[in-house]
């Protein structure tokens, strides 16, 4: 019995053996093969660094994307592993920048929306100083829902990279990536996803040329209604507001919308950025038009963390003409301390007809003074719309500041765009003179107390070496927005405070 149950162990212990022999022979047989195919890459790899350069000259990018991803080797190390100092020969030594963390980011994108059939744009932002120090590159790729892995892949044949900002950001400016295939991308709509491969071309160290890739725009099966690139919009006008922030006043945004919802009319919608200003108060301002289809707020509060130009004001007015594109006949940019004006004799819709074989028009400005009223009001103020009690435009800030334009776009000729105007549209653009122009209320829209801190009966008086004149043009709208408001939404307002 005992001598039966020692051998039944031996021949577990030969079999336990026999296996552990094999895995660590079929261990090795793997580990060879996989050594001997990274000296194969690595050779490759070296050799192509002493090819003609023309013989890579047919795109670099594509190259390194290719290269970098079939090759499983280590990436180099990262600079604060480098040695600190290097003499390359006597009387000369190469000082290495040692970094830890992160310091910018390669890219923050924000949206990726189609263009057409075969076009995209994606929107985001990119660390200034690579752009200032290396010529930083983008593909496209579009990878099919139905994809294999023997599959041809799908690159974009021409991208632009466009900075609508002039690279006027701090730590971050605005990039818009432009992609273009060769033929229409998911044209049979089964879905797929679009790439965008970030090169950073060594960021001014050669050494370091990586790539990030970033899933962009995601497409479910059957999620694409390709009619709207070819069909009539479905709004006449669309606006796209800039960041709005800090503590605004409920009131001031109560007259904006009454008068631009009545000025653009039914087939109308309007578009806010929130970061940070859109408080409580506001939101009970904003939320009667909202009901009623009028608005859309985006909370975009997060961006804070990016230094940007102006709360990444030139980020979300991209944002909002490549999401809004084939959604309307036109497209306007203004702030909400800025209110179009059409003359007497005419109307927003005579205007823009005769408008219509331009892509772009800008708009003159017409600066307010934000405390100087009528004496007339004395008694009346607090009853009065910001708009109907001031009533003194600058005319030496007019003057000096002709070129500080507010614009307007038929967006579907439009790549991107800035604050004041757009130098990146397919078509003609004009300069309006007497057809339609804005008034200026700078910095009352954050003002929460009453703002007429000056009363005068003058047409015209000095303060501060500036002259103002009385311009009471905008005063006669007001009974017929308040009218508006009434008929559209009631009496919801009437208590809103400054």
């Known amino acids: 019995m005992m001598w039966t149950t020692g051998k039944k162990k031996d021949s577990r212990g030969d079999i336990n053996g026999r296996a552990r022999q094999g895995f660590l022979c079929n261990c090795s047989t793997n580990l060879k093969l996989l050594l001997t195919a990274l000296l194969v890459i690595c050779i490759l790899v070296n050799l192509l660094q002493y090819l003609h350069?023309?013989?890579?000259?047919?795109?670099?990018?594509?190259?390194?994307?290719?290269?970098?991803?079939a090759s499983s080797s280590p990436p180099p190390p990262p600079p604060s592993m480098l040695p600190a100092e290097i003499v390359v020969e006597p009387g000369i030594i190469r000082r290495a920048f040692r970094t830890y963390g992160w310091a910018a980011y390669n890219y923050i994108i924000i949206g990726a929306y189609r263009g057409g059939p075969s076009t995209f744009a994606v929107v985001g932002l990119?660390?200034?100083?690579?752009?200032?120090?290396?010529?930083?590159?983008?593909?496209?790729?579009w990878l099919p829902s139905n994809s294999t892995s023997s599959s041809t892949p799908i690159f974009s044949q021409d991208q632009a990279k466009i900075f609508p900002d002039w690279k006027l950001g701090l730590i971050y400016s605005v990039v818009v990536v432009n992609c273009t295939f060769s033929h229409p991308v998911n044209a049979d709509n089964s879905g797929g996803k679009l790439l965008?491969?970030?090169?950073?071309?060594?960021?001014?160290?050669?050494?370091?040329n990586?790539?990030?890739?970033?899933?962009a725009l995601e497409e479910l099966p059957g999620g694409v209604d390709f009619s709207v690139f070819t069909s009539e919009p479905k709004y006449e006008y669309f606006y796209c507001g800039s960041p709005l922030f800090g503590n605004l006043s409920p009131q001031r945004v109560r007259e904006w919308i009454a008068y631009h919802v009545r000025l653009f009319g039914t087939k109308s919608h309007f578009v806010l950025y929130d970061a940070g200003g859109v408080h409580p108060e506001v939101l009970e301002v904003l939320r009667p038009w909202m009901e009623l289809g009028?608005?859309?707020?985006?909370?975009?509060?997060?961006?804070?963390?990016?230094?940007g130009h102006?709360?990444?004001?030139?980020?979300?007015?991209?944002?909002?003409?490549?999401?809004?594109?084939?959604?309307?006949?036109?497209?306007?940019?203004?702030?909400?301390?800025?209110f179009i004006y059409v003359p007497p004799n005419s109307t927003l819709k005579s205007v823009l007809h005769s408008l219509l074989r331009y892509t772009q028009f800008t708009m003159e400005q017409l600066p307010m003074s934000d405390q100087i009223c009528s004496s007339n009001d004395l008694n009346a103020t607090y009853r009065k719309w910001g708009f109907e009690k001031l009533v003194y435009r600058d005319v030496k800030r007019q003057l000096r500041?002709?070129?500080?334009?507010?614009?307007?776009?038929?967006?579907?000729?439009?790549?991107?765009?800035?604050?004041?105007?757009?130098?990146?549209?397919?078509?003609?653009?004009?300069?309006?003179?007497?057809?339609?122009?804005y008034f200026h209320y700078h910095g009352t829209v954050a003002e929460r107390q009453e703002p007429c801190r000056i009363l005068t009966n003058s047409t015209e008086l000095t303060v501060k070496s500036n002259l103002y004149v009385l311009d009471d043009r905008m005063v006669k709208a007001g009974d017929a927005v308040k009218r508006f408001e009434r008929k559209t939404i009631g009496d919801r307002l009437l208590k809103t405070q400054q």
């Not at 990586?210 to 899933?215: A, W």
């Open 126 to 141: 990119s660390s200034k100083t690579l752009h200032l120090h290396s010529n930083a590159s983008y593909i496209c790729q």
């Open 210 to 215: 990586l790539t990030d890739t970033i899933e």
């Open 196 to 208: 965008l491969h970030a090169f950073t071309s060594g960021g001014g160290d050669l050494n370091l």
């Open 310 to 338: 102006y709360h990444n004001q030139f980020l979300v007015l991209n944002d909002c003409l490549h999401r809004y594109k084939f959604a309307t006949q036109w497209m306007f940019f203004f702030d909400v301390d800025e």
């Open 53 to 69: 350069p023309r013989i890579l000259n047919f795109y670099p990018d594509y190259l390194h994307y290719c290269i970098s991803h």
């Open 401 to 437: 500041r002709t070129r500080d334009r507010k614009y307007a776009v038929q967006p579907r000729g439009v790549r991107a765009n800035g604050i004041h105007l757009s130098e990146h549209v397919n078509g003609k653009s004009t300069d309006l003179e007497d057809q339609l122009k």
């Open 294 to 307: 009028y608005f859309t707020i985006h909370n975009i509060r997060g961006e804070e963390r990016f230094a």
